[in-house]
T-cell receptor
Framework: DAKTTQPPSMDCAEGRAANLPCNHSTISGNEYVYWYRQIHSQGPQYIIH???NNETNEMASLIITEDRKSSTLILPHATLRDTAVYYC???????????FGTGTRLLVSP | NAGVMQNPRHLVRRRGQEARLRCSPM?????VYWYRQLPEEGLKFMVY????????ESGMPKERFSAEFPKEGPSILRIQQVVRGDSAAYFCASSPLGADNSPLHFGNGTRLTVT
């Protein structure tokens, strides 16, 4: 599975959009981009995933560049409860042996 | 629709004792995964099971650790003769049968402390 690179930390003001980048320059054609987050003392929570088209759900939007070498997770209106570590994971289909890196620690402040 | 249930939430064991961690997957899910998170570290895959079968245990330590997912009942992660280095949060996740890219649903973990 391809390796991902994320900034270690980011800050965001409450109510503003949080844009979390992820580089995955070695991604192969059949690998998906997944985003999970882990709020302190809880288990990881699935957010969104995509292959090459942009995706949106009730939690977030995922923008994948045309060459698929990077992506951005967008939380359109961040709240204090969005403070968490966000993990970008690239993997093949098949059973989900997720490889968690160090992620981005997002701090949403009032 | 209950999520993935793990118990106990916290478990304290003395060195040399056994730890048994239980995981009930979401209703209708027959794939179970166990992950371990050491203090201040990321999650590491341990084992993937289907009902009555271990599919991939490449992340399991070679000794003292075992996992099962019987036909009836929860999945069990068993750690024999625990040592201080086993202190960690252990997370279970589940996914539906035959869904190749379905996301995993995680429980809130069991925090094991070895004294």
């Amino acid at each position: 599975d391809a390796k991902t690179t994320q900034p270690p930390s980011m800050d965001c003001a409450e109510g503003r959009a949080a844009n979390l980048p992820c580089n995955h320059s070695t991604i192969s054609g059949n690998e998906y981009v997944y985003w999970y987050r882990q709020i302190h003392s809880q288990g990881p929570q699935y957010i969104i995933h995509g292959l090459k088209n942009n995706e949106t759900n009730e939690m977030a939007s995922l923008i994948i560049t045309e060459d698929r070498k990077s992506s951005t997770l967008i939380l359109p209106h961040a709240t204090l409860r969005d403070t968490a570590v966000y993990y970008c994971i690239v993997m093949n289909t098949g059973f989900q042996k997720l490889v968690f890196g160090t992620g981005t620690r997002l701090l949403v402040s009032p | 629709n209950a999520g993935v249930m793990q118990n106990p939430r916290h478990l304290v064991r003395r060195r040399g004792q056994e730890a048994r961690l239980r995981c009930s997957p979401m209703k209708g899910h027959s794939h179970v995964y166990w992950y371990r998170q050491l203090p201040e570290e990321g999650l590491k895959f341990m084992v993937y099971l289907q009902k009555e079968n271990i599919i991939d245990e490449s992340g399991m330590p070679k000794e003292r650790f075992s996992a099962e997912f019987p036909k009836e009942g929860p999945s069990i992660l068993r750690i024999q003769q625990v040592v201080r280095g086993d202190s960690a949060a252990y997370f279970c996740a589940s996914s539906p049968l035959g869904a190749d890219n379905s996301p995993l649903h995680f429980g809130n973990g069991t925090r094991l402390t070895v004294t």
